[in-house]
């Protein structure tokens, strides 16, 4: 219902309300019928299904079902040993749950927790949930309004509605019906739940309540937007659909090639299976991933920016696209004097200094003086003048109906009046030729074209016995001022950075047109010939926002609805959307983004638990960094993976060539389980605390649609994995004795691991730089890798745990033999791939400018 078109009488009518307020029966009736005025709740997931979705991954599956088949087999130890590391990596999985849902708490406590209420006339205090439709509530300064009001009686008041708008300066209100369509920030004879009376009194008319209040609104978009699924989660299923659709073709083929061609026996099938299923599952891997994003975590915290959920990490890095609200986070959110036009600027700023309300005593600091942000930014442009205040001897106070406010002081014998306000009601009353009139006009608009708001001073001297509005003639009007909320530097240097990085950067806010152009221009924003304004957005179906938001990069006068189809659009084009804000309003689309982003000094407490991430600093420069250390993060990760695959693979190969060879299985299960789940780990550890590569912010984001594994990634893991797999299968098959030959294999296969985990560092550089002596975990990892593999082979209780035997310095030189060369190999590999891919990016370049 459009409430703000209708006059008093028809609202009261409509509501069958009276301005004495219901009755206590009337209100009984009213609130069985339509409810309390709360917002819906949404049921929260119960705690056991939070922990059981984690166990519920493909490879978690199928090691669950190896770890039952060993029970089955009476192989208690393996079986409990599978289990166990299934019941680690579930449990890690929920500690890194992505996003709480708190929203609908924090937006609860955004609501008035009481009311002043008509009943029969007189004024009672109510409990806010109690409030029902055709109640006439009783505001003053300082109280949270409680319910959506149509406005039926002010007395100077203005309301703080940052939360709804986004807009900081509080917006006078008025009573008369505004016959125009209007967003929430400009229906001005409507006073809105959870925002703040700033100033004077009113009465209001209670038009809605609960969820059909614009906040209740909110809470059910946040409740209708299903959590993103992140992209490194959404690339790590496909690698585990990968890895599991690999093991099922291979295990069939064990067991169709060899069963036809050994006519092998199923129990010794049905063990090479499970220990096929324990080596190629990297069960390591999520232990790893949680490490390293947890170091993201702990590094993105320094630089202050806190994340709630570790994939989240991951997601700043692949973001190619950020839409950012503009108060607050790329303007200070403080009204500043950004030009003055006179050629009086001492009687300028002595009209600043005198003519206000917020400063009432010489020493008084302007750091701590709060109120109307205009008055505060006239204040501090004249703060180094150290003026002296001239004593007040009569005021008029600042009106939207007459838009000016006086103030008459004693100037020695005579009296002054300072006058400040609209230009043009001025201009009507100073003594100016037409020719003046027209000059200071045009000033005016070439203020106001560039967003600024415009004020005009003057003043009147002489033997003044009144200050009426009537004495206000013959003004000597002296200059303009343009006052605006300005950009922060941090921001302009970071769009730049970002823009370098491949990632577009939009501004979405609740301001006017004018405004949003001259700051979108001076932070550097690339397509600002073009603004969508919200009424713009209301006439577009979602196919043609979907078409648009590609080229637009600014957006004014928005809603929170506008917002979040900007975002949605957005995702259509397949974008990986950052979303900052700040605001109640902001919350659901900083929900719907892929990552959301809040500000963590003037954001509301409802953004903070809808975004990914929140800034401690409020600073836009923050979240270029965070996507520095994000892309640093997924390098690493996919670094790590790398490192990873080619042993589960080396070992899958290993026991698929002992079948082939019709060869007893060559490691046991445990013998996985501990390269897997300790040396690995060990390594991996290492690559986390490599730095960011020189082209991080130079190069564009990654193809969301790509997996985390390249077609050069399954190269290089095949081929390491047969370099892996051959010297050391062979190597070990040269001695007698399982033990040894286990023993052989094992450290064939955890050296192997060290010296590729190295080669790992650099993608295509060498792997020895100078970078490699700055990473001191590196050496802690190696050395941590060679106290645990040694406590294995020569060890007592090592050998019996694992199933080891010592090896003699003539067995430990072989094995490092082949450990080198693997290395050896990989770096010539790494160097002739470079230049191949070097030569395919010029002759990619060449075709596109020809």
Known sequence: MKWYKLSIEDVLNKLTAQTTGLTKQEREVRLKNNGPNKIEEKEQVKLWRKIAKHFTDLLMIVLILAAVLKFATGEWVEGGIIFLVVIVNGLVGYWQE???????????????????????????????????????????????????????EVHDLTVEESILTGESEAVEKIVAPIEREALAGDQLNMAFSGTLVQTGSARGLVVETGDATEIGKINHALQAIQAQETPLVKKMHQLNKQIFRGILALILFLLFFTSFRYGMDWNLMFSASIALIVAMIPEGLPAVLTMILSMGVKEMADENAIIK?????????????????????????????????????????????????????????????????????????????????????????????YKYMATMHTDGEEQVIFVKGAPE???????????????????????????QRVLGFGYKKGFLTELTHESLSNLTFVGLAGIIDPPKESAVRAIEQAQQAGISVKMITGDHKATAQAISEQIGLKHTSIILE?????????????????????????????????????????????????????????????????????????????????????????????????????????????????????????????????????????QILWVNMVTTITLSYAIGFEQASRDTMTRPPRDAKMGILSGYSFFRIVYVSLLIMIPAYFLSMRFEGTALQQTILLQSIVLGQAVYMINCREKFDPAINRRFFENKFLFISLGLLFILQLGVVFLPL????????????AQQLLILGNALLLFLIVELEKRI????????????IRYQND
């Open 98 to 152: 992505r996003k709480a849902e708190e929203s609908l708490d924090g937006l609860r406590q955004m609501m008035g927790q009481e009311a002043t209420v008509l009943n029969e006339g007189q004024p009672i205090k109510l409990d806010a949930e109690e409030l029902v439709e055709g109640d006439i509530v009783l505001l003053k300064a300082g109280d949270v309004i409680p319910a959506d009001l149509r406005l039926i």
């Open 309 to 401: 959920g570790m994939p989240a990490v991951e997601t700043l890095g692949s973001m190619t696209v950020i839409c950012s609200d503009k108060t607050g986070t790329l303007t200070k959110n403080e009204m500043t004097v950004q030009a003055v036009v006179t050629e009086e600027l001492s009687v300028v700023k002595e009209i600043m200094n005198n003519c206000q309300e917020l400063k009432t005593r010489d020493e008084q600091k302007i750091e701590t003086i709060h109120g109307n942000p205009t008055e505060l930014a006239l204040l501090k442009y004249v703060v180094e003048e150290e003026q002296q205040l001239k004593p007040v001897v009569a005021k008029i106070p600042f009106s939207s109906r």
């Open 833 to 844: 791939s470079k230049e191949i891919f070097k030569r395919k990016e010029k002759t990619a």
């Open 534 to 670: 919200g009424a713009d957005i209301d006439e577009m179906s979602d196919e043609e926002l979907a078409e648009t938001v590609g080229v637009v990069d600014v957006y004014a006068r928005t809603t929170p609805e506008h917002k979040l189809r900007i975002v949605t659009a957005l995702q259509k084009q397949e974008e990986v959307v950052g979303m900052t804000g700040d605001g109640v309003n902001d919350a659901p689309a900083l929900k719907q983004a892929d990552i959301g982003i809040a500000m963590g000094i003037k954001g509301s407490e409802v953004s903070k638990q809808a975004a990914d991430m929140v800034l401690a600093d409020d600073n836009f420069f923050t979240i270029v960094k965070a996507v520095k250390e994000g892309r640093r993060i997924f390098d690493n990760l996919q670094k790590t993976i790398n490192f990873f695959l080619p042993t589960a693979l080396a070992q899958g190969l290993i026991v698929i060539l002992a079948m082939l060879m019709n060869q007893p299985l060559p490691l046991t299960p445990i």
């Open 425 to 451: 009601v001025l201009l009507e009353k100073a003594d100016v030729t037409n020719e003046e009139k027209v000059n200071w006009e045009k000033q005016g608009l070439d203020l106001a074209s560039k967003g």
């Open 798 to 809: 090592g050998q019996q745990l694992i199933g080891t035997t010592a090896l003699n310095l």
